[in-house]
């Protein structure tokens, strides 16, 4: 038997997670890794003839929307329904890890309380000092949407256009070259993906320890809505030829050794809240308050969210 | 039934006619010969036989068969056809010896290598068949051209211009020698040259071609001494016009005294011309007039070109016209001398004057050399 | 009598509507569905900011490209200085470096946080604002890497343009009082105008359809905003308009571009082919020659290739070993292949438009040309829209047939992945060989034909040898180019089918860069092996020719 | 101090010497003319004066300024000259106006385009320039290639069989133009053509080339009359050698009769012979034999070309020997028939048949036409 998987996730450490599935079962699995809109586009062109069974991303409102295009088929389970919270599922997808946007910050430029929330980052006080990447990355966007949700359009646009009045330099680079800036005094306060902050943190190179000695980083929002979350998730298809395995593998994702890997593996937290994970850094890191939003809920204001930030001149 | 048969063709380059409703007929065997100047549509009619061109009107017929119409064109690989281009178009990526083997790609290695060997030899390159075309002076490779257009012994051949970039000697040998070919292969050919002792010497028949349209189609004896109209009598040969006034069907009174023709007056062939009295114009060839020291006419030399064999002088006659007489060259006379000459016409040729131009269309280089 | 089509015109029809597909289902968009919404959204905001960005991109990259390229082409066709000889293949190594991947590299060495500014903050004790360091990650910086990566296609199409055969035009100008600078401006140059043309415009378009530099970056330009249109917007309609206005302003100035030529021609008058002998510089002039030559491969090779070269050895890919051997192979398998096809397909377009009496070819070949200027993703989806149709057509008649259902015949395997490379790259081996097909002058298919021989052998008997340089350096181009393409081959790629740029990539894309590093090294090593290779036999050629 | 002066200069195409230890000098304002059989060297002579091909030996001054050596070359732009290629190298980029005015880029554009239509208008052209030269006939381009070359007014012109593609008459009107221009600026030209006329018409003075030496250089005059040696006397114009004996320093025995000197015979400069009873070869010139019915002396007509104004026929001896005459066209006479000749023979040529490989390297298309 054989298990068609497209897939948005591209972590190197994913293979043992196949593997193992395929150990347990004897399913070979078969992937395709791309970026998730043009994998969207190939399903939906491929329509009753594609052979894919799984779709897997890494952006909970990409799930939305695929959901939307009606490419998912329900999937009745009794065990992940239980396993997975239901803020992080929907009738036809389920999430697997969640990742935080993560608030960094070089201590010898901007002081701790400057920098406990999201919205501070638009605060004055921090001209000059803030950075992120593009604010067209999913990953800004889905803060964005997040933000629209909870203080509504018009205080997510004054927002965005603080955040660009107090930028440091254009928006460039990824998170982790964020993170590096705040390290070198380039940006006192940076947004960045957990597991980019958490890689360094693991990391036993010389340099990447240094940066992580020169910076420090902050729950954001931990007195309000919560840290804004995002999800790795996954979901069978409409027309997966093999649909019997996929339901087996999307159980199997949900399972306590699966969860290992696919979260640990790429320093992010299991879905399940059973599941513990044994990753220094991310111990190191602590608890945390997560916002607790639907998460499926946020595609409704990515377009939006979108043209906000135009407005705003957040490039 | 002719084996090349061009009726009424028209060809446009954009919107200017360069061929204009010419028709020609040539019979297996005989060799053409389009005479004309430069730009007159020589090549292009050659062209337009080889089927490069398309006809904006008429058609091309080769042993009967339609090959050329506006509307349908037999490709040019199919008509059997050598050509030696203006140009040469010589392939610079293969040595001289493919270029003249290009065209045998049926025969075996053998065979073409023998072929190749025997053409080089015929124009005079044998040996040279392991050059490249670009390490050959202009003539050796306007040679290559000619041995590469014989190669396949096609059975009509054109060739534009193939001998203009060699020596008399080498030229008179090879025009010579492709005859000899021509005519004992039974092919068919047509050549354009601007040489006309060539032309005379290679041609069955000449047919002389101005603004796209052929003037005359005719021998090269016929050419010479009975031009159709003032054009081909101007093209063809030297010589020049003096005012005469017909005296009767066989006499003109001219400034030098009357000539007296022994077959009645050669007229334009479309003029109305040639009654008594009425005002002509009689072409004088250069071997029309005859130095005579003992002549009483005399005449000035006001130009003289050395020819070797002989000298062209240019008189000034009394009345101020101007003739040409050809002298043996060791009758050495200076510039400005007053020479003896006299009147020895075998062949009166006149043109009435009044419809001239329409006659014989005036020519933008017809001035008097 | 009825008119007859030739085989070699429907060939090329076919073919050409096959290519072009793609591209014409992107346009196929246009009308479709109610984007005034997305557009009034980008015009207020971003449009203005895209087109600026993507014009100063478009002029400082066109210059930049042109200047370097035909520069170091004449320099090394037309003079002799020390290190020729060298300079003559290895000015073509940047090629092999992938624009994405010389922005991450540069980025990373020239950063705030890099080693050099590093370096120098240690050691002159400045601090942030304490000094000025141009900044990579903007326009001009964009501008410097597609430069530096991009000034090969200039440098190979006009090098080729430069030793065909015009030795006794350029001699007919030295007697009319050109000196060599006179001779380079007013003959040279000229002539080789299609072939500078073309580089030019393979530069621009891979510039226009390029998204991992600019993004990168954070560079706004047009295709960023039809990524923006389609990921962040959701609109793919107008993400689809985006592209057409794209390619409409492509059309517009090669457009432009040929009517400027008028009825001027290019290809060689005279029979004199022996290129007249380089000019020896004397020594100082030789080594700023030298010099000249050196700095774009320094800048565009040398320095990123030793950088990477750095990154790989320090903490290189874990998976380093047999695996890779897999995917050079895949890389490898993929781009000869789609070389080899690439170049007969512009052999048979370019030459169907040559002998074509009509001027559709002619239109047809500037859209097949067109591939090249959209960015990848969308090429994806373009070859995707057709190829999934055909492919559940296939897939009903044989159902109807035999019973079973065959799944998608065409887009499971690599067939597909060609397919796409076809319908970006092809522009690239058509540019190359309509430059060098001009050239030759159309006597030459007279003679062939008044020898006997049909179009096809003719192609094949009389153009193809004497365009042997440049068939050499279209594959060439397009062997690298699809050991480079991503997009593309991310999406259509069949199941468990890495290469060296997706694998790249995954890492890259993951911010791993050292990481990335090695599979990027390999890229440019596997694509070093045919340019070796190529470069000399072409030299090889050229040299034999005379 | 001549303005040109080549001294002894070889060229060598690999190992092949092409041109062999070759002199020449010009004075300013002279047309010197070289002649030769294809492939001799001529092109290679005028490239290595433009300075496109490095010496193998010798040296070349301009205007007394050394400007090639095996070592030294002056760059071709900075020679001051013009040249008309052989094979036009046009600019296929520009227009014909464009191409005309190439060389003019000093001056301002109402200068240039007033010069350019002046050149269009001498080379029959005027209205032309917008073409473009594929778009225009071999002859139109050539004429184009000439009037690039006189544009800039050059100090040295080099014309390398400039109208070969040109009608007789537009030949002769523009040979006597370009003439006039050269004569009238003080030009010197060098000419290539294999048009002796046209040598003989341009040029004051004619170089005989073969295999790349010089064999005479002379006037146009003594080439004919006083030819060096043998090859001369076979390359220039027509004729015949016939075996005979000298009788004293004024006649010789032949089989037609005894031939009477004015001058003393006239002997290949460098051989030894022409003493009494040493056997030589005699040049019979076509215009030395006349055509005379009542002459007793008979030949055979083998082979006839009609010329226009004559017949040139070849005629067989009693003996088995071979000889030209040219005829008026109007005694046509049948190949067979035996026809009256008569001597008139004013120079007498004869060369000492022993040494005669020496004297005149024998010539590989020399067979007799
Ligand atoms: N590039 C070259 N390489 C080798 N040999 C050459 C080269 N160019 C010319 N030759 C040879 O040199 C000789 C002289 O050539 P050149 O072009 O000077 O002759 P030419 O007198 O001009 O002849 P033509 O009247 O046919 O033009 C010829 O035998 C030719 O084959
Ligand atoms: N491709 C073309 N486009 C436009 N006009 C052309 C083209 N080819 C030739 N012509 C024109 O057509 C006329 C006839 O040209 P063609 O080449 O047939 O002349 P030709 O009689 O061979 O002259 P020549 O003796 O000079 O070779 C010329 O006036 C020329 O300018
Ligand atoms: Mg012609
Ligand atoms: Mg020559």
């Given amino acids: 038997a ?56 890494v952006d909970a409102s990409r799930l939305a929307k695929a959901d939307e295009l009606g490419i998912f088929e329900p999937v009745k389970s009794a065990g992940l329904e239980a396993r997975i919270p239901a803020h992080l599922r929907a009738p036809n997808w389920f999430s697997y890890s969640t990742r935080a946007r993560v608030i960094v910050y070089n201590p010898d430029m901007v002081k701790a309380e400057q920098v406990q929330t999201y919205e501070q980052l638009a605060d004055p006080a921090l001209k000059g000092q803030v950075c992120t990447r593009s604010g067209s990355h999913p990953y800004n966007l889905s803060l964005g949407a997040a933000m629209i949700k909870h203080n509504g359009a018009e205080a997510t646009e004054n ?28 940006c006192g306060v940076a947004i960045a993906n957990s597991y980019y902050l958490a890689r360094l943190m693991n990391s036993d190179k010389r340099e990447d320890q240094a940066v992580v000695a020169k910076i420090k980083a902050v729950w954001p929002n931990q007195a309000s809505w919560g840290t804004h979350i995002n999800v790795s998730g996954a979901g069978m298809l409409k027309h997966a030829p093999n649909k019997e395995a996929a339901v087996k593998f999307l159980e199997y994702l949900a399972s306590d050794q699966a969860q290992e890997y696919f979260a640990n593996g790429n320093n992010e937290w299991p879905a399940v809240p059973s599941v513990k994970v044994d990753n220094a850094a991310l111990n190191k890191l602590g608890e945390f308050k997560a916002d607790t939003l639907p998460i499926g809920e946020l595609a409704d204001t990515v377009a939006e969210a979108q043209r906000i930030f135009d407005r705003a001149g957040y490039r | 039934m002719s084996h090349l048969d061009l009726s009424r063709i028209d060809l446009a380059f954009g919107s200017q006619l360069v061929v204009r409703q010419l028709s020609l007929q040539l019979e297996k065997g005989r060799i053409g010969c389009l005479l004309g100047p430069s730009g007159c549509g020589k090549t292009t009619v050659l062209r337009c036989i080889a089927g490069f061109e398309r006809l904006a009107a008429g058609e091309i017929r080769l042993d009967g068969e339609v090959v050329s119409t506006p509307r349908h064109m037999l490709p040019p690989e199919r008509r059997r056809i050598g050509m030696v281009f203006q140009d040469y178009a010589l392939f610079p990526h293969l040595s001289v010896a493919d270029n003249i083997g290009f065209g045998l790609r049926r025969d075996s290695a053998a065979v073409r290598n023998a072929r190749v060997d025997e053409l080089l030899a015929l124009v005079g390159l044998a040996g040279q068949g392991r050059k490249y075309p670009h390490e050959m002076s202009g003539g050796q490779q306007q040679r290559v051209a000619l041995a590469r257009a014989l190669a396949p012994k096609p059975s009509l051949l054109l060739l534009d211009e193939p001998f203009s970039n060699l020596d008399v000697e080498l030229r008179e040998r090879l025009s010579y020698e492709v005859r000899e070919i021509i005519k004992a292969t039974d092919t068919t050919a047509i050549l354009v040259t601007h040489d006309q002792h060539e032309a005379f010497a290679v041609a069955d028949e000449i047919g002389i071609m101005h603004e796209g349209r052929i003037q005359q189609w005719d021998t090269p004896y016929n050419l010479y001494h009975r031009p159709a109209n003032r054009f081909v009598a101007d093209f063809i040969g030297q010589g020049a016009f003096l005012r005469g006034k017909v005296l009767d069907d066989h006499r ?27 005002p002509v114009d009689v072409l004088l060839r250069p071997d029309d007039l005859v130095h005579d020291d003992a002549s009483p006419l005399r005449a000035e030399v006001v130009h003289k070109a050395f020819r070797g064999a002989d000298i062209l002088y240019t008189l000034r006659l009394a009345g101020g016209a101007r003739v040409l007489s050809l002298v043996p060259s060791h009758h050495n006379h200076a510039i400005g001398e007053r020479i003896g000459i006299r009147l020895d016409v075998d062949h009166v040729v006149t043109f009435s004057d009044e419809r001239a131009d329409e006659c014989a269309p005036t020519h933008p280089a017809a001035a008097l050399a | 009598m009825r008119i007859r089509f030739s085989s070699l015109s429907v060939a090329a029809v076919v073919v050409a509507a096959l290519i072009a597909a793609p591209v014409l289902s992107v346009f196929s968009n246009v009308l479709a569905g109610d984007t005034g919404a997305t557009w009034s959204h980008l015009a207020d905001t971003v449009l203005g900011e895209f087109v600026f960005n993507t014009v100063v991109l478009c002029i400082g990259v066109g210059l930049g490209v042109s200047s370097i390229g035909v520069t170091s082409a004449w320099l090394t066709t037309m003079l002799d200085f020390p290190g020729r000889r060298f300079f003559e293949w290895a000015l073509v190594l940047p090629l092999a470096m992938p624009a994405y991947v010389m922005a991450y590299v540069y980025t990373d060495f020239l950063q705030f946080v890099g080693p050099l500014q590093g370096w120098l903050r240690e ?6 604002g304490d000094y000025w360091f141009p900044d990579v990650r903007t326009v001009g910086g964009a501008v410097a890497m597609f430069m530096f990566v991009l000034y090969p296609y200039v440098y190979m199409i006009a090098r080729s343009a430069f ?54 970056f954070g560079v706004q330009t047009f295709t960023t905003g039809i990524y923006r249109a389609w990921f962040s917007l959701g609109d793919r ?50 080594l700023l020659a030298a010099f000249a030559c050196f700095m774009p491969l320094l800048l565009g090779f040398l320095l990123p290739a030793g950088l990477l070269l750095h990154m790989a050895f320090l903490d290189g890919d874990a998976q380093f070993g047999a695996r890779f051997v897999e995917l050079a192979q895949n890389s490898f398998v993929l781009a000869a292949i789609t070389a080899v096809l690439a170049v007969l397909l512009a052999v048979l377009l370019a030459y169907a438009a040559r ?84 050239k030759i002058t159309s006597s030459m298919d007279d003679a062939s034909r008044s020898l006997g021989f049909g179009k096809w052998s003719t192609l094949r008997r009389v153009h ?12 060439l181009l397009v062997f690298v180019d699809v050991m480079k393409e991503l997009p593309a081959t991310l999406v259509i790629r069949p199941f468990n089918f890495d290469t060296l740029a997706t694998q790249a990539h995954t890492l890259a894309a993951d911010e791993r860069l050292a990481e990335a590093s090695t599979a990027a090294l390999i890229i440019v090593a596997v694509g070093l092996l045919p340019m070796f290779w190529i470069s000399r036999q072409i030299l090889r050629v050229r040299r034999r020719e005379g």
Avoid at chain 1, 170 to 179: L, R, S, V, Y
Avoid at chain 3, 169 to 197: H, I, K, N
Avoid at chain 3, 399 to 407: H, I, K, M, V
């Fill in chain 1, 2 to 57: 054989e298990l068609n998987v497209y897939s948005a996730r591209h972590y190197q450490t994913d293979e043992e997670l196949y593997g193992n599935f395929t150990k347990q079962t004897g399913i070979k699995i078969n992937r395709i890794e791309a970026k998730e809109d043009e994998l969207l586009e190939r399903i939906r062109n491929e329509g009753a003839n594609s052979p894919a069974d799984i779709f897997v991303t």
């Fill in chain 1, 159 to 186: 927002w965005a256009k603080g955040i660009v009045a107090n930028f440091a330099r254009a928006p460039k680079g990824g998170d982790t070259d964020q993170i590096r800036a705040v390290a070198a005094g380039e």
């Fill in chain 2, 252 to 278: 003109v009174q001219i400034e030098l005294g009357v000539l007296d023709s022994a077959q009645p007056l050669v007229c334009c062939a479309d003029c109305a011309g040639c009654v008594h009295g009425s």
């Fill in chain 3, 123 to 128: 050691t002159f004790e400045w601090r942030r």
């Fill in chain 3, 163 to 216: 030793l065909e055969r015009a030795g006794g035009m350029l001699e007919a100008g030295r007697t009319l009082g050109l000196g060599p600078w006179g001779s380079f401006f007013r003959v040279s140059l000229p002539l080789a105008r299609p072939a500078v043309v073309a580089g030019t415009a393979l530069a621009l378009m891979e510039t226009l359809a390029d998204f991992g530099t600019v993004s990168y």
């Fill in chain 3, 237 to 286: 309609i107008a993400a689809a308009q985006l592209s057409a206005a794209l390619l409409a302003f492509v059309i517009l100035v090669l457009t432009l571009e040929r009517m400027s030529r008028g009825r001027a021609r290019f290809n060689n008058t005279s029979r004199q082919v022996a290129m007249p002998v380089r000019l020896r510089l004397p020594l100082a002039l030789g």
């Fill in chain 3, 355 to 438: 002998l074509a009496r009509s001027r559709l070819p002619q239109v047809l070949n500037r859209i097949v040309g067109l591939g090249y200027a959209v960015p990848g993703s969308v090429i994806a989806v373009g070859v995707l829209i057709p190829l999934t149709r055909v492919d559940r057509w296939l897939a009903q008649g044989w159902e109807a047939l035999w019973g079973t259902n065959p799944g998608l015949l065409l887009t499971g395997g690599i067939a597909a992945l060609i397919y796409a490379y076809l319908a970006r790259f092809l522009a690239v081996a058509l540019q190359t060989v309509e430059s060098s097909l001009g």
């Fill in chain 3, 464 to 475: 193809m040898p004497m365009l042997r340089g440049s068939l050499l350096t279209a594959g």
